[in-house]
């Protein structure tokens, strides 16, 4: 299991450096631990923004925004975004055990529907900005809404082997202009982005296959009740 301490150095040796980092953050008051303590964090939302990692997906109710006028925006609900979103996957309404068709916030022909809940088309749903907070907020007329979304894990800790050699390139390759100050630096850097794309290629792969093998049969909620 890698630490923060350990993608550091393992990029910092990438790049011929010694990899002797103690402390990335706070910083060890070394410069390559202030250099890794500065870029790390902006690898690290990179790498979550590149692909929908199954290993970092959640699916949550959404909370409604209540100081937000709906009706500029043309729908009938404002949710707030989730936190820690990176992206949203998918949204869904979920039925109670007495709703049926009817009772959609939706055309039933434009969603796939399942026994408990019905997913929403892209085109029916949007994400906006928020400036009351600075943030995000999803827009949809949908009435009891729960997002997928792909989630920003801060926790080096919880990442796949395959997530983190892909991260530790693409470290290496923030890191070199800093660290080498030459003009060789960008080819250097160029280089090195090519190898993360490479490593990030075979990291979705070996992702999506996980998510194939995890992937549990859908049961519709009449049946799985008789298993409590």
């Known amino acids: ?34 250099l890794c303590n500065r870029w790390f964090p902006m690898a690290k939302r990179r790498i979550f923004e590149d692909a929908d990692w199954g290993f970092a997906q959640r699916r949550v109710r959404l909370s409604e925004l209540a100081n937000v ?94 997530f983190t050699e892909a991260l530790v390139l693409l470290l290496a390759a923030y890191l070199v202009g800093p660290i080498k100050r030459q003009s060789s630096a960008s080819t250097e850097a160029t280089n090195l982005m090519k190898q993360y794309q490479q490593a990030l290629s075979v990291a979705k792969t070996i992702d999506g296959q996980a998510m194939v093998r995890q992937k549990m049969l859908r049961v519709p909620s009449k049946i799985s009740s008789r298993w409590v």
């Open 1 to 34: 299991m890698a630490t923060e301490v350990d993608i550091c150095n393992l990029a910092l040796s990438l790049l011929g450096e010694k990899a002797d980092v103690v402390s990335v953050n706070p910083s060890d008051g070394s410069e390559n631990a202030g």
């Open 69 to 162: 006028d709906s009706k500029i925006y043309g729908a009938a609900k404002v949710y707030a975004f989730p936190s820690d979103a990176v992206r949203i996957i998918g949204l869904y309404e979920v039925l109670g055990e007495k709703e049926n068709q009817a009772k959609f916030s939706i055309d039933p022909d434009d969603a796939r529907q399942f026994d408990d809940e019905i997913e929403i088309p892209r085109s029916q749903w949007r994400v906006e900005y928020n400036a009351a907070n600075s943030n995000r907020m999803i827009i949809t007329n949908v009435k009891k809404a729960v997002a997928h979304y792909t989630a920003y894990i801060d926790s080096v800790a919880l990442y796949p082997t395959y």
